[in-house]
């Protein structure tokens, strides 16, 4: 038995030796933006310990505090570095709270799309014949749709069926399963794409012939092998996803005010603008664009180590 | 020519199926008609009048044939939360949604082709750097953000442009149009702006990238060899040969301007369909949403048929390619 400290060391050793890691370190803006986006998950998911204020604590709120401008503005109080809201939110605060939700809900839909699309990415690979076009035609007639459109048609029947309370409720679930409905394709064509090209290789026939279930192959054997070009298309969909939620949101047709996203922050401050509080809603803003900026960026330098056709 | 035609009539009629039936599904099993229709009070026996009369108790495939029938003639029933025809409301705002997307789409062409083909001639040149940095932006920023950017600066610091509304409107027939006053004019162009720069940052993308891919081809080196004027070979052959995807990708994203002009005219306050479709998110109202998914499906399926018959029309090679493999695509 080795140490685990050892085979932490030793696969250090591997990833720093690998031409993806070589990749990274060449590009000055793939390491900035990986540092922004590691950012941005510490500052959302550690933010009740790191946000100045909690902008949910309602004790904690006082009116004379509110539409505070930033703190480098006339004006400005150095407590709240970004300003404050009409409720005298400390907007810094608040958008580490919404960066939360929405990386969630970005997470969330992603990984229920890419369990919903591989699974059905296999079972049209796989299984072939009518299984297959039927899955595939549903596919196609659903791709010719833009994903936002899908989603809000999904979280207006389910308005429809469940009334407008229990939805708002419930609408972190909505947005996510509708998010995620929208996004599957992308997922199962990719799937069935490699199952087709390696159905036909001699593991699997060979795992045929010593009389595995085809569900056990299809998952053991096949799955593992077309799970790379997946990873890829997770991480540019998890830019597409924040942005579908923000999108959404911003709308008024996702999360409702008492649990904002970036999406429903925008919103939310969109109504100062005129007046002259430009803080309230450009800083959620810009947090929100340059949270998918660097996500995108990413994605693109992901894709690009990992597809040897292009080195 | 004929047969690949008459091949794609029957998928996009397949495809308007399905969408219909899911129309169809919509609005059978999500809401009671006849509950919403005479309320709460009316007694049991006048209520299965009611769903006798409304030919709610037929089998399924004769009222999907009813519903079909019905739609063709555009006759959707009545909206949930105005009680007014679907079908006259959304004729009332299609003309303010199509003026929107039609300038929104000739800005993206007018804008984007050049710029791509300045970008790809002159790869290294700074002002196409700024170009693709700018348009990295662009393709990263969410739609709703660039419309408040553009009303931060150009209606509330600036105070150039009105930030919603169409401006006063001219009516034709049954046409409102905002594009012969002055103040429709200037009403249109930051949601046209709005609406567009994605379209614009992914057009002048392709057409970089085409014009990169055409220029190292033989044909162009033959074309110089020749003597021929850089004019002549940048515009009479390179251009000319990226069109054709250009054309494929402008006709799909007319399709999809159309439905995010939901969000434009969200954040403009802009008078149609699409602000229609998301008040009927809001309010559950499910004959508007199901008649939009009808109308946009529609219209996906039209402009799908075009391009591909556009695609043909333009390029050779396909046209030889589908006699060799008896007109499939």
């Known amino acids: 038995m080795r140490l685990p400290t050892a085979r932490v060391i030793e696969f250090w050793r591997a990833a720093s030796d690998s031409d993806v890691f070589y990749s990274f370190r060449r590009s000055k803006l793939v390491m900035l933006s990986a540092a922004i986006t590691l950012l941005f998950f510490i500052a959302a998911f550690g933010a009740s310990f790191l946000a100045p204020h909690n902008p949910f604590d309602l004790a904690s709120l006082n009116l004379s505090d509110a539409f505070k401008p930033p703190a480098w503005v006339e004006g400005g109080d150095p407590a709240f570095l970004l300003g404050t809201d009409d409720q005298g939110r400390d907007i810094l605060s608040?958008?580490?709270?919404?960066?939360?939700?929405s990386l969630s809900v970005g997470f969330a839909a992603v990984i229920f799309a890419m369990v919903l699309g591989i699974a059905l990415g296999l079972v049209a690979g796989y299984v072939g014949g009518a299984v297959d076009a039927f899955i595939m035609r549903v596919a196609d007639v659903q791709l010719s749709f833009p994903a936002i459109l899908i989603a809000m048609l999904i979280d207006g029947v389910t308005r429809g069926l469940m009334g407008a309370d229990r939805h708002n409720e419930s609408a972190l679930l909505v947005l996510i399963i509708s998010i995620g409905l929208s996004y599957w394709v992308q997922y199962a064509r990719t799937v069935r794409g490699s199952v087709l090209v390696e159905k036909n290789k001699e593991y699997v026939q060979a795992a045929r012939v010593i009389g595995l279930p085809a569900p056990l192959i299809a998952i053991r054997h096949v799955l593992p092998n077309v799970m790379g070009p997946v990873l890829v298309i997770a991480t540019i969909n998890l830019a597409l996803a924040v942005i579908t939620e923000a999108t959404l949101s911003f709308l008024g047709v996702g999360l409702?005010?008492?649990q904002p996203s970036l999406g429903t922050l925008i919103n939310v401050g969109q109504q100062f603008l005129f007046s002259g509080e430009w803080w309230i809603t450009i800083f959620p803003g810009a947090a929100l664009a340059i949270l998918v900026l660097s996500v995108n960026l990413l994605g693109d330098w992901l894709r690009d180590a990992l597809n040897p056709k292009l080195r | 020519m004929i047969a690949f035609i008459i091949r794609r009539l029957i998928q996009a009629a397949f495809v308007m199926l399905a969408v219909g039936a899911i129309a169809f599904a919509m609005f059978n099993y999500v809401g009671d008609p006849v509950a919403i229709i005479a309320g709460?009070?009316?007694?049991?026996?006048?209520?299965?009048?009611?769903?006798?009369?409304?030919?709610?108790?037929?089998?399924t495939p004769v009222r999907f044939a009813r519903f079909v029938g019905n739609a063709v003639q555009g006759k959707f029933g009545l909206s949930y939360r105005t009680t007014e025809p679907v079908g006259r409301m959304i004729a009332d705002r299609l003309p303010a949604?199509?003026?929107?997307?039609?300038?929104?789409?000739?800005?993206?062409l007018l804008v984007?082709?050049?710029?791509?083909?300045?970008?790809?001639?002159y790869p290294h040149h700074w002002l196409s750097r700024a170009m693709m940095t700018i348009s990295l932006v662009g393709i990263s920023l969410p739609t709703f953000l660039i419309g408040i950017l553009l009303i931060l600066i150009f209606a509330v610091?600036?105070?150039?442009?009105?930030?919603?509304g169409r401006g006063d409107t001219v009516k034709i027939g049954f046409w409102t149009t905002g594009l012969l006053t002055v103040s429709g004019w200037k009403a249109i162009i930051l949601p046209a702006i709005t609406l567009g720069l994605f379209q614009m940052t992914l057009i002048?993308?392709?057409?970089?990238?085409?014009?990169l891919e055409v220029l190292r081809t033989d044909f162009i080196k033959f074309a110089r060899a020749r003597g021929l004027s850089n004019r002549a070979i940048n515009f009479g052959h390179a251009l000319k040969n990226t069109l054709v995807p250009v054309i494929t990708i402008t006709g799909l994203q007319l399709g999809s301007i159309i439905a995010f002009a939901i969000i434009t005219e969200t954040v403009f306050s802009w008078p149609g369909v699409g602000l229609l479709f998301l008040q009927s998110v809001i309010y559950a109202d499910i004959p508007v949403m199901a008649t939009y998914l009808v109308l946009i499906g529609f219209l996906f399926v039209l402009i799908n048929l075009i391009v591909d018959i556009l695609y043909f029309v333009v390029d050779p090679r396909l046209r030889s390619q589908a006699a060799k493999v008896g007109g499939a695509k």
């Open chain 1, 94 to 101: 608040t958008i580490m709270y919404g960066s939360r939700t």
């Open chain 2, 204 to 211: 002048m993308r392709l057409v970089r990238s085409e014009m």
């Open chain 2, 112 to 121: 984007g082709i050049p710029m791509g083909v300045f970008s790809g001639l």
């Open chain 2, 157 to 164: 610091i600036l105070g150039w442009l009105p930030s919603f």
């Open chain 1, 256 to 258: 409702p005010p008492t």
């Open chain 2, 40 to 59: 709460q009070d009316l007694p049991a026996e006048q209520r299965v009048e009611l769903r006798k009369s409304l030919g709610l108790d037929d089998p």
């Open chain 2, 97 to 108: 949604t199509l003026e929107l997307s039609i300038i929104a789409a000739a800005m993206a």
